[in-house]
């Protein structure tokens, strides 16, 4: 009886090994249902992208010289005048030698005015030796025909030879006199003369500092980055403090033409093989919530371009946008 009851036990439990085993494979081997394919957009489904506006048309000005960019006053959006400064570049050689031209002309100007006043005092100098000269010159004709009338005397005997002497004394001392003083009065035109020489020198050397004081103010103002025309800025492709070579080009992007706008989308293949150029649009904008009728330009490296025009300038580059597409 035990025996049985042993074997009815192993029975059972090989049944349940059995059974869960046929279960476990039924549980594995089940066909799982396939997902479904999503259901493809239906023609007239309108789909809403967001992009950012850009100008058609834009120009472009390059760094005009190499240095360290100073801080731009405008920003992308503002509007611009011609000839309005848009930034600067803090240019350590230029400077310097602006510096260096600027006290160079200095020096020379303050030799031209030394020089000026020089003449003016060598000037009334010589007028000072001329009229000595004059006195003296006059004083030695005096004596000269005194000392004649005696020397004729004293050769006839008629005049005493003290007084022979003293006229011959007082004629030699007028005659060293007046060539003294004639002396002093060329040495002062000469040295009027020499100044006049000098001055002219010293105001060609004051001339050519000018001329390169002008120049090196010249390339300091190429320091400012000045507008072409005016306009608005579209975007700067650098920030104050950063340094920027000589002709870095797209420094700033401006655009003369801010009707005449644009939208780059991403969007996805799918949707795109759906597209054609010239397909409407509607651009909206907080400042234009109605919409602006726009159109689908061209389709080129997954991206469409939208083109429209804004009929306000209240809409500008950069800003963000909304555009809605109609599959057909």
Known sequence: MRGKWVLFGGIVIFTAIGLGALSWWKRDHVVKPKPAAPAELAAGTELTFNGQIQAVKFESIAAPIGGILEEFPVRPGDEIAEGQVLGRIKNDALEEGEKEAALQFERAQDKVTTLQSGILSARL???????????????????????????????EGATPRKTYEAAAEAYGTAKGESEQADATRRNAQECVTQLEQDLEVARKSLAEKQEQLDAARQDLQACEIRAPEAGVIISIAKQAGEPVDKGFPDLIRYSTDISQLEIPLDIEPKILQRLQP????????????GGIAGAVREIKDNRVIVEFTSPTPAVRPGMQATVRLRLP
């Open 125 to 155: 100098e010589v007028s000072r030796a001329e009229a000595d000269a004059t006195r003296a010159r006059l004083d030695y004709e005096r004596a000269e025909r005194v000392y004649q009338r005696q020397a004729m005397l004293h050769k």
């Open 278 to 289: 010239g397909f409407a649009a509607v651009v909206q904008t907080p400042e234009l919530p």
